[in-house]
């Protein structure tokens, strides 16, 4: 089982950043994959980013180029460094971890004004 606490979210002018952090109740070393996914309101969840034991990442189309996903096992915490934040970015932003199953954050609010 593993517990993620996602933290780092707020308000933020359009054009600024935020790095968001999701912390694991256990060794991330092992997990095949982390990802961040995101939820607007009246909106489906959808993916962000993925990053996957190895090291390799995947972006969406919408945040290419603006966000970086990244993770450090020695502290069991995978990060998403979002730059020049548009107000459509405004969601609820959650962690995921792949361990014998898909275990998910409680999510953080991410407020981009323009």
């Known amino acids: 089982q593993v517990q993620l606490v996602e933290s780092g979210g707020g308000l933020v002018q359009a054009g600024g950043s935020l790095r968001l952090s999701c912390a694991a109740s256990?060794?991330?070393?092992?997990?095949?994959?982390m990802g961040w996914y995101r939820q607007a309101p009246g909106k489906q969840r959808e993916l962000v980013a993925g990053?996957?034991?190895?090291?390799?990442?995947n972006y969406a189309d919408a945040v290419k180029g603006r966000c970086t996903i990244s993770k450090d096992n020695a502290k069991n915490t995978m990060y998403l460094q979002m730059n020049s934040l548009k107000p459509e970015d405004t969601a609820v932003y959650y962690c995921?971890?792949?361990?014998?199953?898909?275990?998910w954050g409680q999510g953080t609010q991410v407020t981009v004004s323009s």
């Open positions: 995921t971890a792949d361990y014998f199953g898909r275990y």
């Open positions: 990053i996957a034991r190895g090291g390799s990442t």
């Open positions: 256990r060794s991330i070393f092992n997990i095949d994959t």
